[in-house]
């Protein structure tokens, strides 16, 4: 079945580190997206992809970064300049159409 | 200024009942989509249904309906005959156009409302 696959659905980062989380789609889409999820603030855009080798920040795109060289995946790092990195990450594609964005399960990353 | 308002933080529902969650939107663009998804605990999103700006009926998708009020500008869910299954989190989210019928902007999305369903 065609679908995103986020990875690692946990993941733990020491402060200062680098860390990527992966998403990857097998539906052909052409456009993919990052979100950040906090309690009580709904999801914010990151980064999004519309072909690729081309990306462009959304609202909260400090202290992350993004690649698009293959069509299926769209990796996100979250750098140490991001200062308040411990949130629910989703990664979403889409095609201009009704319906909407398919969402990958999601990483939840902490800072420890 | 908020594009997508959900002013209902969280709402209890008896089973079996019908329950109404709220959405207004903000927008100048002609051409739009709304659309509602779904959150459950585990946190991956699930897509419920879609309105355009342009469609001329109200959107059902089997025990969900949105009531589209686009000169009041809300697109509130329905959801008929409420079960334990539908406990979670729903957002509403907005889709501009751009004008030329082209390309659209990017989803944005409300803050949420946890619906909880009583047994």
């Known amino acids: 079945d065609g679908g995103i696959t986020q990875s690692p659905k946990y993941l733990f980062r020491k402060e200062g580190q680098n860390v990527t989380l992966s998403c990857e789609q097998n539906?052909?889409?052409?456009?993919m997206y990052w979100y950040r999820q906090d309690p009580g603030q709904g999801l914010r855009l990151i980064y999004y992809?519309?072909?690729?080798?081309?990306?462009q920040k959304g609202d909260i795109a400090e202290g992350y970064s993004v690649s698009r060289e293959k069509k299926e995946s769209f990796p996100l790092t979250v750098t140490s300049a991001q200062k308040n990195p411990t949130a629910f990450y989703l990664c979403?594609?889409?095609?201009?159409?009704?319906?909407?964005?398919?969402f990958g399960s999601g990483t939840r990353l902490t800072v420890v | 200024a908020q594009k997508i308002t959900q002013t209902q933080p969280g709402m209890f529902v008896q089973e079996k009942e019908a329950v109404t969650l709220d959405c207004t939107y903000d927008?100048?663009?002609?051409?739009?989509?709304l659309f509602w998804y779904k959150q459950p605990s585990s946190g991956e999103m699930i897509f419920l249904i879609y309105?355009?700006?342009?469609?001329?009926q109200n959107a059902t998708e089997g025990r969900y309906s949105l009531n589209f009020q686009k000169a009041r500008k809300s697109a509130n869910l329905v959801i008929s005959a409420s079960q334990l299954g539908d406990s979670a989190m729903y957002f509403c989210?907005?889709?501009?156009?751009?004008?030329?019928?082209?390309?659209?902007?990017?989803?944005?999305f409300g803050k949420g409302t946890k619906l909880s369903v009583k047994p």
């Open positions: 539906l052909n889409h052409d456009a």
């Open positions: 989210a907005m889709r501009e156009g751009r004008g030329d019928g082209g390309s659209q902007g990017n989803l944005i």
């Open positions: 309105q355009g700006s342009y469609d001329q």
């Open positions: 979403a594609s889409s095609i201009p159409g009704r319906d909407g964005y398919t």
């Open positions: 992809s519309q072909i690729v080798n081309d990306f």
């Open positions: 927008t100048s663009d002609p051409s739009y989509g």
